[in-house]
């Protein structure tokens, strides 16, 4: 059974998965509440105080925690926030979860675990690198310019796409038939990042290349760039020992939640650059 009667805290509301999230529990008539700090309701996870009222009157939880569950302490204030949210009153949580990050399946289990103590319902999804990734994140100015550099060169990585990321959260968010579940969810093939690049250059029409680089000279070019030093330390986590090839599999948590395949890394350049993403 479909339950459109909730109130859905979409943490995250602006980001990637977030925003297609809420759209879509929107467009299905839905009261939706953003987290974020400059929603109707501040909600900032540094800040405790925002907590409380953003919580108020929710039945169902979208959590997707910033910047990453891999950063230091993000285990102990998912945890936290989990536990205030099933206390007063949440019934649903659905987790968006980093895979192959031991951190992140930390994380699952205390949430799991606070869900399941006040009679609750809870739904993982883990998912690693986005397609967006390429089209609306860090890799887009890499490639208007027509070279992207990365500290990655053979590993196979088996690209997501975020909206069949928020079709899954939403399912999750809205039947019940997804309580207690774990979805593991990829794109349909395993690419190098080269491959992808060049999947990227067949849809835009014009030369774009991928030229993998060490993990000092891509720190070194963050640090010169300004990138805050939260943010490297966990890109070069990311590239450092997630992409170790851990993830080089495929899975089945698309068509599991949603009874379809995932869409493909080619279709997805196909529509960003019709959309203009890569355009100069």
Known sequence: MTDTNLTVLVLGGTGRTGSRVAARLVARG??????SRSAEIPF????????????????AVYLSYQPDLAVP??????ESFTRLAVASGVRRVVLLSGRGEPEAERAE???RHAVEAAGGRWTVVRASWFQQNFSEGPF????????LFLPVDAVREPFVDADDIADVAVA???????AGEVYEVTGPR????????AEIAAATGRPVSFVPVTIEEYVGALRDA??????VSLLTYLFTEVLDGRNESLTDGVRRALGRAPQDLADHAQAAAAAGAWAA
């Open 226 to 231: 300004g990138v805050p030093a939260d943010m």
């Open 73 to 78: 302490g993000a285990v102990e204030v998912v």
């Open 44 to 59: 900032d996870w540094a800040d405790r105080s925002t907590w409380p009222a953003v919580v108020a009157g929710v039945d």
């Open 172 to 178: 999750a968010l809205l039947d019940d038939g997804h």
């Open 109 to 111: 289990k205390a949430v």
């Open 190 to 197: 395993l690419l190098t990042f080269a491959e992808a690049v």
């Open 30 to 35: 839905l009261s939706v509440r953003l987290g």
């Open 140 to 147: 887009v100015d890499g490639l208007r310019e027509g070279t």
